[in-house]
């Protein structure tokens, strides 16, 4: 099959060609061929939310997902951690030259297919081709824009002394997923990414919770480097119990096996939420009657003070510190 | 000065001190230090636009700008083709390990002048580190929201036969900008990018006119690709005459050493607009007020038909193709 050339993100035919049969087509959907440099659209509320990422995850092809559904679930999961229904995205492609045009095609086709599962179609897009050497494959960008129901206040500065801490479900998956797979490792089972969109598991919790203080996905830096963050911006500090987050046996040996410390190992389908103590019991139910939902565990509380420490299944405590040097390049 | 580590990419302590020290700081307005992976903001209109570019420009520094204020001014220019007030960027790096600091110190600098300029903040972002030879220096992604004017209706689907078509200024100078900088061709005087924020333009244009049927900025595939593409959507044929097409000597010159035709050479400071031939005088006047409209000219008008064809200058006719194959990669 053709590989990928310079002329086809040089705005001539051959771009118009790829983008007229593999994008408009696989994207398929009434506000994308308007044929415009830009896509006009209609909101019904007036708090919008905005959040954008370059995908640079290595290998495109990994278990349990690729680089197109990611770039689709990664920004869907961003916008809606405001409380927002996730509209529209744009999607933006960093071509190297001589990419299959082949891998392209699925990748485009993951996309398009993650993209109708979550309701929220790719509106607007753009292709540009590099040299051989100047990137690897393919990059993506996609940024969303979600509508927040105006009954919510939902933002990292608004966790409270007492609320609960809920996640949605095991850590450290697509991590070490793409760790294991980059690096030929064989574990007993196969290593799968969590990437997976949340949207529809956050509409259920903010339907029956507007209380909700806040929203984060553990991505890049793992549960450490979010749990930190929440404190920061909230300014309080944050206990968590070793013995309640849960981990899976494979990820929890393969992390013992690299050295890894499955708190600083990212995550694409999971959610962390800081609730109020009274609905704590409800929401976590609420939480596990949806397939994205069904691991949630209440693993910690906020207290006064500044910093973020575990309680050890042995009873010590230790520092949560923010993961300081790299740990897993390109792994979204 | 420290070159950039994959570290500073990694959701660690050393992306947060990059975020905070160089993106917080250069682009500060109320909306972005949120703290979240989303930035929420308010809309008054209902009808919005979105459009997303990814910049891939090479060098990232040139005569005239550098990928900085071009990812500003590029995707600002591609919302406001339909009228659109532009209201806020997002931006999105991808930078190659061993960057220098003070090289994306100096483009973020840059970037964020652009964006006070132009009166469009950049309100979310995200940063990406690849390792040395999986990237070039720096990419930047740019999406941006604009609100549409209820009483406009501006999109390349509406040229009708009669219509006066009229550009703001000299094509070419961008392309040959880039090509003579990169390929170390001196001409006698030094040829500058045309890299422009259009949003004022529009504003005043669609404040006085809006019965304005189209707005294209011909970027890639120059002043050819953007007929053909206005040809091609409203189901009509275009003609436009050479010697109403304003070129710079200097530009005119370097097209004809290296066998270009100067209405292939993107642009990036230059609209084409369409419009009914009884405000097409007024609609120039009112071009010509504005800094940026300065060298408007009407050189065009819509016929029945489907071609894009030009009136020499000596009296004969060529027909305009769409470029077929690549003259000038990665000139944004």
Same sequence: chains 1, 2.
Avoid at 76 to 95: E, T
Avoid at 165 to 175: M, Q, T, V
Avoid at 315 to 322: A, L, M, N
Wanted: hydrophobic letters at 40%; a negative charge.
């Amino acid at each position: 099959m053709e590989p990928i050339t310079l002329a086809h993100g040089s705005g001539g035919k051959k771009m118009v060609t790829l983008i007229e049969d593999l994008f408009l087509k696989k994207f398929n959907n009434h506000n994308l061929p308007q044929g415009n440099d830009f896509t006009s659209f209609e909101v019904s509320q007036k708090k919008l939310a905005i959040s954008t990422d370059s995908y640079v995850i290595s290998p495109l092809i990994f278990p349990g997902g690729d680089i197109g559904s990611l770039a689709v679930h990664g920004t869907v999961n961003d916008v809606c951690m405001s409380g927002a229904k996730p509209l529209y995205l744009s999607a933006s492609f960093i071509i190297e030259e001589g990419l299959d045009l082949k891998i392209l095609e699925k990748i485009v086709s993951s996309m398009a297919e993650a993209s109708k599962k979550t309701g929220v179609p790719i509106i607007t897009g753009d292709t540009k081709v590099v040299e051989k050497g100047k990137g690897d494959g393919l990059y993506i960008n996609t940024t969303g824009i979600g509508e927040i129901p105006s009954n919510l206040n939902i933002t990292g500065s608004n966790a409270k002394p007492g609320d609960k801490i809920i996640i949605n479900g095991s850590i450290g998956d697509h991590g070490m997923a793409i760790l294991s797979f980059r690096e030929g490792l064989n574990f007993e089972t196969t290593l799968q990414s969590d990437s997976a969109p949340l949207n529809s598991l956050i509409a259920l919790m903010c339907e029956f919770f507007p209380q909700i203080n806040c929203l984060r996905d553990p991505t890049r830096g793992g549960l450490a480097a979010c749990l930190n963050e929440l404190a920061s911006q909230s300014k309080v500090a944050i206990k968590i119990f070793e013995e309640n987050i849960p981990i899976k046996t494979e990820v929890h040996s393969a992390c013992e096996l690299l050295g890894l410390d499955p708190l600083n190992v990212a995550n694409e389908g999971k959610l962390v939420t800081i609730c109020p103590p009274e609905i704590a019991d409800d929401l976590l139910k609420t939480m596990k009657s949806h397939p994205f939902g069904v691991n949630s565990q209440i693993i910690g509380e906020v207290l006064e003070g500044t910093d973020v420490f575990m309680e050890t299944s042995f009873g010590g405590q230790r520092k949560i510190s923010w993961p300081e040097s790299e740990q897993l390049p390109r792994i979204c």
